[in-house]
Structures are given as C-alpha cells and as structure tokens.
C-alpha cells in the first residue's frame, strides 16, 4: 500500500523560495503514475500546482508556472517542489500525491503540511 | 483554465439522497472522462470517492455514484449517513496535462 509523506519548513519569509519533499514508500516511483502537488489555503479550495513523470516530464498550472519547479529523485523514491518570491497568498496545506495528472484508480495522496508565509 | 463550478452548500436528512454537481467546459468536463471526486474531513486529506467519472476505488460504498452529461459531472449520495457530512470537490482533466478543481460543497446531513 503506497503511502506519502510530506516533509519541509512550516515557516517561510515573504520573498523566500518554499521547498517540500514527499516521500514514497510502498511502490517504486519509476513503476509509473504521476506524482505531484496540490494546496489548499486555510478555509479555500483545492488548487493543483503541478505533477511529475518518473522520467522528468513535468506539467504546471499556468497560473504558477513561473514559480515552479518539480523535480524526482528515483534513487531516494522522493520528489520536490520548490516554489520562489512567496507571499502570503501562498500559505496552504501543500499536498504531495500519486496519479496527480488524471486522478484515476491510482490517486492518493499524503497527509499535508501546512506551511505559512509571514516574516 | 477557470476553477469547475460547484454549489457552496448542499444538504439532505439521514436515508434521503443528494446530488451534487460540477460543472465546466467542453476543454474539460466535457471533453475528457476524467472526472474525479473527492471527501474531505476537516483537517484531513482528501479521499478519492469516484474517479473517471463512474468508478469507485475499493472500500468506497456503492451509496457514492458518479455521472456526467455534457459539461457537468455530478456526485450522487444515496441513502445518506452522518458520516457523510463533509467537505466534497470534483476535478477534471482539462487537457494540454492541465488539472482543474471545483470550489467545494459542503454537504450537511440534517
């Protein structure tokens, strides 16, 4: 059974770049799916940020796309987001997911962290 | 690509059914059977309760149903329980490997 597992600072100064890592376990990211981000501001909706393909190939919403970047380490079954110059319209629940492009029979999703942007 | 319309709020009694809808695009919703719903507790992560449209992952009761016409999706919960009483958000493919989200209806059970 596939589980995820977010991990990073909670606390990020406006301006600064936000890092997360999720951590797989209990499947191979190289198998296949792809794995990506979504958020959550506190009391909002859902927002898809951006998914990965083992192989490299990475896809985000254009409304972040300058922002982003996603990147896999097969070797330590982990992937990352990185998103630069935060505000604080960037405070949410981040959450890392399997099968993040076509939400299909393969989707789950890790627990989240919630990181702020304040100074 | 603009957020899927969802209604804020629905509701039914324990026993009754409520149907939820989602609505987008012919670029999205309409064009890809690649619909998904998801339940969500508070301070917990979303659950996939139907994906592609009709399909329910294993463990989901069959109470939970999925359907689309043209460019609305919608979610049907039968026989509603207390414990249904959640937050519930669609999303779609919406091509160019684009995913949009509704904005949520939070379903209360009377």
């Known amino acids: 059974q596939v589980q995820l597992q977010e991990s990073g600072p909670g606390l990020v100064k406006p301006s600064e770049t936000l890092s997360l890592t999720c951590t797989v376990s209990?499947?191979?990211?190289?198998?296949?799916?792809?794995w990506g981000w979504i958020r959550q501001p506190p009391g909002k909706g859902l927002e898809w940020i951006g998914s990965?393909?083992?192989?490299?190939?990475?896809y985000y919403n254009p409304s972040l796309k300058s922002r982003v970047t996603i990147s896999v380490d097969t070797s330590k079954n982990h992937f990352s987001l990185k998103l630069s110059s935060v505000t604080a319209a960037d405070t949410a629940v981040y959450y890392c997911?399997?099968?993040?492009?076509?939400?299909?029979?393969?989707?789950?999703w890790g627990q989240g962290t919630l990181v702020t942007v304040s100074s | 690509q603009s957020a899927l319309t969802q209604p804020p709020s629905a509701s039914g009694s324990p026993g009754q059914s409520v149907t939820i809808s989602c609505t987008g695009t012919s670029s999205d919703v309409g064009g890809y059977n690649y619909v998904s719903w998801y339940q969500q507790h508070p301070g917990k992560a979303p659950k996939l309760m139907i994906y592609e449209v009709t399909k329910r992952p294993s463990g989901v009761p069959d109470r939970f149903s999925g359907s689309k016409s043209d460019n609305t999706a919608s979610l049907t919960v039968s026989g509603l329980q207390a414990e249904d009483e959640a937050d519930y958000y669609c999303s779609s493919y919406a091509g160019s490997n684009i995913v949009v989200f509704g904005g949520g209806t939070k379903l209360t059970v009377l």
């Open positions: 990965i393909y083992h192989t490299g190939n990475t």
């Open positions: 209990g499947y191979s990211i190289s198998s296949g799916y792809y």
């Open positions: 997911a399997r099968d993040a492009l076509f939400m299909s029979g393969g989707n789950s």
